[in-house]
């Protein structure tokens, strides 16, 4: 599984923020394969959908948790309030609502599912590169936001496929793996740290490619393991829930401004249009010019 920073920002050393490749999963390299590249963005710990993109405001107070949904810039699509940089990005993705699967709950276990379809493991391989800094402060002054501008780098001198972790562990530090109790994190930290990290790195990222004119080129894909129980927890959080969770995808002849399924009024489980990992990579291998393994989701597409 790909790996976090693990030394201070002034420190980064190339192996310790980004690992790319994904290749044989893929079939990136292969001949024929076409030229659009892949930056996977996992956000490791599965962040809750009823916390982030899939706000239950109606619902009772256990579930509809302590956000209040915002307006993005597309009528109809609201996401958290954690979240004001992306909601006027909503014209660039696409957020997929009804992804599910049945592999363990367990974080492995889950993000080798949605990586593969199947359980099968990865390779990765780094590059590094330097650079402006008032760029790199868009990103944000941490790992996961110089991963993220990093990435596009890398993008931009030619590789195909790279893979940013979001973090290292899910345990002692702030996450989307929000439990309510130590070793994890409060469903505060989403408002606090892991919401304006994951907000200023992803806009920013979306941003710089489009500015290149690299967006059409370059699918960004966001996701986590799985999403979180619809009902809160006694401590407070929300735990392991892989029946119904959002991921995000932009760029790389993926329409934005749309939604793609839909949850229940709890959001736990797809009301219509599900979504397996299966689908997921399938849609990815279509983006990239691969010839697909399962069905991809055509209605995404330009």
């Known amino acids: 599984m790909a790996r976090g920073v693990q030394q201070p920002v002034n420190a980064l050393r190339r192996r310790d923020f980004l690992l790319t490749g994904v290749v044989p999963l893929l079939g990136l390299g292969s001949p024929g394969a076409g030229s659009t590249s892949c930056i996977l963005l996992l956000l490791t710990g599965g962040p809750s959908h009823l916390d982030t993109w899939d706000m239950k405001p109606d619902a009772p107070s256990e579930v509809r948790g302590p956000f209040r949904p915002i307006r993005t810039n597309v009528p109809g699509i609201e996401i958290s309030e954690i979240f004001p940089r992306m909601a006027r990005q909503a014209h660039r993705y696409t957020l997929i609502r009804s992804v599910h699967h049945t592999a363990p709950p367990s974080h492995n276990s889950a993000l080798e599912t949605m990586l593969t379809g199947l359980p099968e493991s990865i390779l990765n391989r780094d590059r590094e590169r330097a650079d402006d800094v008032q760029l790199r402060a868009k990103y944000g002054w941490n790992r996961f936001g110089q991963s993220c501008f990093h990435a596009r780098h890398l993008i931009e001198s030619g590789v195909r496929f790279v893979t940013v972790s979001m973090f290292d562990t899910v345990f002692d530090e702030m996450t989307w793996d929000i439990h309510g109790w130590r070793p994890f994190s409060p469903i505060s930290c989403y408002r606090d740290v892991v919401g304006p990290m994951y907000d200023s790195a992803y806009s920013a990222l979306l941003d710089d490619l489009s500015d290149r004119g690299l967006l059409g080129s370059t699918l960004v894909v966001s996701m986590g393991e799985f999403g979180r129980t619809p009902k809160i927890n006694p401590s407070g959080g929300r735990d392991h829930w892989p029946h119904?969770?959002?991921?995000?995808?932009?760029?790389?002849?993926?329409?934005?401004?749309?939604?793609?399924?839909?949850?229940?009024?709890?959001?736990?489980?797809?009301?219509?249009?599900?979504?397996?990992?299966?689908?997921?990579?399938?849609?990815?291998?279509?983006?990239?010019?691969?010839?697909?393994?399962?069905?991809p989701l055509r209605e995404l597409f330009l």
């Open 244 to 295: 119904c969770f959002t991921i995000q995808m932009a760029g790389g002849g993926i329409r934005g401004g749309q939604i793609y399924g839909s949850s229940d009024a709890t959001g736990a489980a797809p009301r219509d249009q599900p979504v397996s990992p299966a689908n997921v990579v399938a849609t990815i291998n279509k983006a990239l010019g691969i010839p697909p393994d399962a069905e």
